[in-house]
T-cell receptor
Framework: GENVEQHPSTLSVQEGDSAVIKCTYS??????FPWYKQELGKRPQLIID?????GEKKDQRIAVTLNKTAKHFSLHITETQPEDSAVYFC??????????FGKGTMLLVSP | DSGVTQTPKHLITATGQRVTLRCSPR?????VYWYQQSLDQGLQFLIQ???????AKGNILERFSAQQFPDLHSELNLSSLELGDSALYFC???????????FGPGTRLTVT
């Protein structure tokens, strides 16, 4: 089955800095890569996604890049704010629209 | 608010018991997914239904079962509960296969 590795497991930045979270996957046939943000005790919330026919997608301060050849994709958050503090999960569509999730990255943005 | 609803929010029960978790997808969504989130296993896919039919199975134990009803709501049944079944159970829905999945607020199950 699909194997998704996510790094780092924790990330601490100062407000205004950029944050980058990286994921690698194993199945070259995977074609959908969403990112979810989960605040403590709350539901995972879809923040951005990318499909294999594009290399980069941006939405205001967040962007995702995809390298299908190397089988990795990354989440970039610019101008971080304290409210960006949360756990971020990458996921990969393993077929039939089922998602395999990474282990998560706890992002802490200090004022 | 994603539009996906789940009941109950919290459930405390004893080992050996059986519980039913309920999920209503967003209006118009045909596909429902169940996930289990625990500290040691992370977010794991359990099972998927599309328009009433089972479409895919993940790491779902034989003690667990699910179904999707004609009105598209879904239920996850957990039986012979063990301490290790304590977790957050999320339901997600999507309009069709391959679409974005939106998660419900989850049910926190505590087995004592």
């Amino acid at each position: 089955g699909e194997n998704v590795e996510q790094h780092p497991s924790t990330l601490s930045v100062q407000e205004g800095d950029s944050a980058v979270i990286k994921c690698t996957y194993s199945d070259s046939a995977s074609n959908y890569f969403p990112w979810y943000k989960q605040e403590l005790g709350k539901r995972p919330q879809l923040i951005i996604d990318i499909r294999s026919n594009v290399g980069e997608k941006k939405d205001q301060r967040i962007a995702v890049t995809l390298n299908k050849t190397a089988k990795h994709f990354s989440l970039h958050i610019t101008e971080t704010q304290p409210e960006d503090s949360a756990v971020y999960f990458c996921a990969v569509d393993s077929g039939y629209s089922t998602l395999t999730f990474g282990k998560g990255t706890m992002l802490l943005v200090s004022p | 608010d994603s539009g996906v609803t789940q009941t109950p929010k919290h459930l405390i029960t004893a080992t050996g018991q059986r519980v039913t978790l309920r999920c209503s997808p967003r209006s118009g969504d045909l596909s429902v997914y169940w996930y289990q989130q625990s500290l040691d296993q992370g977010l794991q896919f359990l099972i998927q239904y599309y328009n009433g039919e089972e479409r895919a199975k993940g790491n779902i134990l034989e003690r667990f079962s699910a179904q999707q009803f004609p009105d598209l709501h879904s239920e996850l049944n957990l039986s012979s509960l063990e301490l290790g079944d304590s977790a957050l159970y999320f339901c997600a829905s999507s309009n069709t296969l391959g679409d974005e999945q939106y998660f419900g607020p989850g049910t926190r199950l505590t087995v004592t």
